[in-house]
């Protein structure tokens, strides 16, 4: 059996947009993967907030940015003042989170890890879960800016 994750960013999408693109692409679990998961400037993708948009159109939200996020709260996780990913890949928390992530998978959930970029390539859903995700074999799908869905492919990483 062949498993598979979605991403997506908000970016200066409004809700409304957001979810629809959700639903168009039949997400049933948001799995919001920012470390702080708050917007100065989107308040409507604050985590209490969204969460309640979510669940009024029949969506899931988890919050995994403890464990998943790409702004480590630990100096130890970062070099040169930015976050190691080599480093966050060897926690605990975050085997964990990949481990919950492919729970949730082999149940049968269609999910979208979320983040606040809207284009992969610049973001750690892609340069680190993305990644990491792939080596277990899960096929990584992401859902671009107009709402279609982009395989990610090995040049993703650079």
Known sequence: MTFCIYTVGYGNKSIS?????????????????RSVPFSRYKSVFNRNVLEKHLADSGIGYMFKGS???GLPKYPNLQTDN??????????????????????GIELGYRIAI???????????????????????????YHINKVGTIEAQTPLDFL
């Open 67 to 69: 464990e998943l996020g």
């Open 114 to 140: 979320l983040c606040t970029c809207l284009h992969h390539k610049d973001c750690h859903r892609n340069k680190l879960i993305g990644m990491d995700l792939a080596r277990r074999g899960i096929n990584v």
């Open 82 to 103: 930015l976050p190691d990913y080599e480093k966050t890949r060897k926690t605990l928390p975050y085997q964990q989170g990949l481990s919950d992530l492919e729970c």
């Open 17 to 33: 947009e957001f979810i629809q693109i959700l639903k168009d692409n039949q997400i049933q679990v948001v799995v919001d993967v």
